[in-house]
C-alpha cells in the first residue's frame, strides 16, 4: 500500500520474512544514485514513512543483504 500527504510525505506498507534485516533505498533521479532512508529487522507488516518534502520524481527499493 503506497499513500501521500503533504503534510506528513510518502508513506507505503511492507511485508517481509520474520527475522529478516531490510534497508529501504530511495532515490531521486534515473538511472539510480541508491540513498538509504532506514534500516529495519522485519517482525510484522511495517508503513515505512518518508517525510522528506519529495520531488517531482521519486524511486524507491527494498534490499535485503
Given at each position: 500500500t503506497t499513500s501521500y500527504n503533504a503534510v506528513s510525505g510518502m508513506a507505503f506498507t511492507f511485508e517481509?520474512?520474520?527475522?529478516?534485516?531490510?534497508?529501504?533505498?530511495?532515490?531521486?533521479v534515473i538511472p539510480p544514485?541508491?540513498?538509504?532512508?532506514?534500516?529495519?529487522?522485519?517482525?510484522a507488516p511495517i508503513t515505512i514513512t518518508d517525510p522528506a518534502t519529495l520531488p517531482t520524481q521519486r524511486v524507491y527499493r527494498t534490499v535485503s543483504p
Open positions: 517481509g520474512i520474520v527475522g529478516q534485516s531490510y534497508t529501504v533505498e530511495y532515490s531521486d544514485n541508491w540513498m538509504t532512508l532506514t534500516n529495519f529487522t522485519y517482525t
